[in-house]
C-alpha cells in the first residue's frame, strides 16, 4: 500500500530552526508537496521538489532525497505565525496526491 | 488566491437526508477535485473532475456523487448522509496544464450529520 509518515506533533522555541521530516512509500513518484494549515482553516502551498537537493524558500527550505523516500521541511527563525500543521504529500504514478496526516507544530515563546 | 469558494461553509443535517456541497472557482481551470479531512488522516480524494461532464472516482468514493454541468462549478452530493461522512470537505483546483502542477484549497465546509 502507499504511506506517507510525518510525526504528530512537534514544538519548538519563538526565533529556533525546526525540521519536519517526511518518509514515504508510494506506488511511483511525481514529486512532494508541502502545504501549511492554519487551525480552522485550508491548506495552503509551501514547496514541491522533484528532484533530490534542497530548495530554498525565504525562512523554509525543503529538502529531497528519492533514493531513500525521504523529504523534509525546514523553518527558520521560527514565528508564531508559523504555529499551523505542515502536510506532506507525494503524488504517485497516476498523479493523485497521496497525504499524510500532517504534523503539528507547537511555537512556544 | 486561486478564487475558489465553497458553499455552504458549515451544515448540520440528519442521518439519510441528501446534502450537496458546491463548489465555485472564477478562473476556468480545467481540474477540481473534492477532499475530506479527518483527525488523524490525511486528505483523501473523494471524486474529481477534469472538465465539464467529465468526472472520475478517487479514493473515499463510496456514498458520493458529483456533477460537473459547467466549469466554474463542482458539486457534491451525498445521497443519503451517514455519521462516518461528519468531516471537513475542501474542494481544490489545480492550476497550469501539468499533471504535476499545484492543487489550491477552497476555505472548506464543515458538515456534521447527526
Known amino acids: 500500500g502507499q504511506n506517507i509518515d510525518q510525526p504528530t506533533e512537534m514544538t519548538a522555541t519563538e526565533g529556533a530552526i525546526v525540521q519536519i521530516n517526511c518518509t514515504y512509500q508510494?506506488?511511483?513518484?511525481?514529486?512532494l508537496f508541502w502545504y501549511q494549515q492554519h487551525a480552522g482553516e485550508a491548506p495552503t502551498f509551501l514547496s514541491y521538489n522533484v528532484l533530490d537537493g534542497l530548495e530554498e524558500k525565504g525562512r523554509f527550505s525543503s529538502f529531497l532525497s528519492r533514493s531513500k523516500g525521504y523529504s523534509y521541511l525546514l523553518l527558520k527563525e521560527l514565528q508564531m505565525k508559523d504555529s499551523a500543521s505542515y502536510l506532506c504529500?507525494?503524488?504517485?504514478?497516476?498523479?493523485?496526491?497521496?497525504w499524510g496526516a500532517g504534523t503539528k507544530l507547537i511555537i512556544k515563546p | 488566491d486561486a478564487g475558489i469558494t465553497q458553499s455552504p461553509r458549515h451544515k448540520v443535517t440528519e442521518t439519510g437526508t441528501p446534502v450537496t456541497l458546491r463548489c465555485h472557482q472564477t478562473e476556468n481551470h480545467r481540474y477540481m477535485y473534492w477532499y475530506r479531512q479527518d483527525p488523524g488522516h490525511g486528505l483523501r480524494l473523494i471524486h474529481y473532475s477534469y472538465g465539464v461532464k467529465d468526472t472520475d472516482k478517487g479514493e473515499v468514493s463510496d456514498g458520493y456523487s458529483v456533477s460537473r454541468s459547467k466549469t466554474e462549478d463542482f458539486l457534491l452530493t451525498l445521497e443519503s448522509a451517514t455519521s462516518s461522512q461528519t468531516s471537513v470537505y475542501f474542494c481544490a483546483i489545480r492550476e497550469g496544464q501539468m499533471d504535476t502542477d499545484t492543487q489550491y484549497f477552497g476555505p472548506g465546509t464543515r458538515l456534521t450529520v447527526l
Open positions: 508510494t506506488s511511483g513518484f511525481n514529486g
Open positions: 504529500a507525494v503524488m504517485d504514478s497516476n498523479y493523485q496526491l497521496i
